[in-house]
Nanobody, 125 residues
Framework: EVQLVESGGGLVQAGGSLRLSCAAS????????IGWFRQAPGKDREGVSC????????YYTKSIKGRFTMSRENAKKAVYLQMNSLKPEDTAVYYC??????????????????WGKGTLVSVSS
């Protein structure tokens, strides 16, 4: 059974930091790209970052570039999202996802094979 379990969300003030983790099991982790999506209330789910299976390409959407850093540890079957300089507009449920690829255009909902259940990040002003 495929499992993706996110952790690390919470409430933080603007300018603060959080580190999200995603622990994976039930599939060959090294064969897939992994991405982070987020969904704010009333908005569509968007792919904000992804890393390819070879761990030599990482994508960031424009709104988080320079503030967030994504990494993966294949040996631990885990990915992380270090989020710094958080803004109220970063408030959302953050989801870990498995996809076939991560490329110049990032990662998209239609490319996802498996989803985690999400972790809530709330940033107060």
């Amino acid at each position: 059974e495929v499992q993706l379990v996110e952790s690390g969300g919470g409430l933080v003030q603007a300018g603060g930091s959080l580190r999200l983790s995603c622990a994976a099991s039930g599939f060959t982790f090294d064969d897939y790209a992994i991405g982070w999506f987020r969904q704010a209330p009333g908005k569509d789910r968007e792919g904000v970052s992804c890393v390819n299976s070879d761990d030599d390409w990482t994508y960031y959407t424009k709104s988080i570039k320079g503030r967030f850093t994504m990494s993966r540890e294949n040996a631990k079957k885990a990915v992380y999202l270090q989020m710094n300089s958080l803004k109220p507009e970063d408030t959302a449920v953050y989801y870990c996802a498995v996809a076939l690829d991560c490329d110049d255009y990032g990662i998209h909902v239609g490319d996802v094979y498996y989803w985690g259940k999400g972790t809530l990040v709330s940033v107060s002003s």
